[in-house]
């Protein structure tokens, strides 16, 4: 790693620090890795040279010269398996030395994968944090509208009210009166008009209800067209402001 550090190609990439965001420790990586593979390289080649002079020296030996004896001799073998060793090794390296590529091609696509899946998730947890905030922030305001437009027709009804409640206390009051009237009248031919007395109580206590009910029922009408009333002008300023104010 010391003789990594030591390489202009090394010391030429940016130093890394708290800061060093995934993409620059990739692009260092890739250039570490590029270095020490051509360092591999020559070490190899040099090895394979080296085996290459070895086997021709050792064939000259076991030969010998042309006017010399051919010796026989067990170091040519030795050599001879010695570098078939070695090229086995080399073979088995490269293998390894592939096979953890893969595995680390492998393990850094699961990282970014695993990234991306959380990142995802996070923005869906913000997206439906934002969207339920929406949502009370809505309801809140349709609240708030509803109130406000309740308290415009409770207002606009409010003098309405006190004056059907009036006229039907008015009501009662004179046909209470008039009962009373009536009773004195009638009270001095008690006995001759006995059961017309109190038919026409009845009548009178029958036509009171039905008038107050009758007032209660119109209260409630007037009620219901001032919030259909209110509604339809709350439509009509919206679709001026949409054709005043297009999108």
């Not at 008690?190 to 029958?206: A, Q, R």
Request: aromatic residues 6%; positive net charge.
């Amino acid at each position: 790693m010391e003789n990594a550090y030591s390489d202009k190609l090394v010391q030429a990439l940016p130093a890394t620090c708290a800061t060093t965001n995934e993409s620059s420790k990739a692009r260092i990586g890739r250039a570490l890795r590029r270095i020490w593979a051509k360092r591999l390289k020559w070490t190899r080649l040099k090895e394979k040279f080296y085996l290459k002079w070895a086997e021709s020296i050792a064939e000259a030996a076991r030969s010998g010269g042309d006017d010399q004896q051919e010796l026989d001799w067990d170091s040519y073998d030795k050599i001879k398996a010695e570098i078939a060793n070695r090229q086995l090794q080399w073979a088995a390296d490269k293998a390894k030395a592939k096979e953890l590529a893969k595995l680390r091609a492998e393990r850094a696509a699961k990282a970014r994968a695993e990234k991306m899946e959380r990142l995802a998730q996070k923005r869906k947890e913000r997206d439906l944090k934002a969207k339920a905030r929406e949502q009370t922030q809505k309801k809140i305001q349709r609240k708030s509208k509803e109130e406000k437009e309740e308290l415009a027709i409770s207002k606009e009804l409010r003098w309405g009210i006190f004056d059907g409640s009036f006229m039907v206390d008015l009501l009662c009051h004179t046909m209470i009166h008039k009962k009373k009237s009536m009773d004195s009248k009638i009270s001095m031919q008690k006995n001759m008009v006995n059961g017309h007395h109190l038919t026409i109580e009845k009548l009178d206590l029958e036509f009171i209800r039905r008038e107050k009910m009758r007032r209660k029922v119109l209260l409630a009408d007037q009620i219901r067209a001032a919030k259909s009333k209110r509604v339809e002008c709350v439509a009509g300023e919206a679709v001026t402001n949409s054709l005043v104010h297009p999108p």
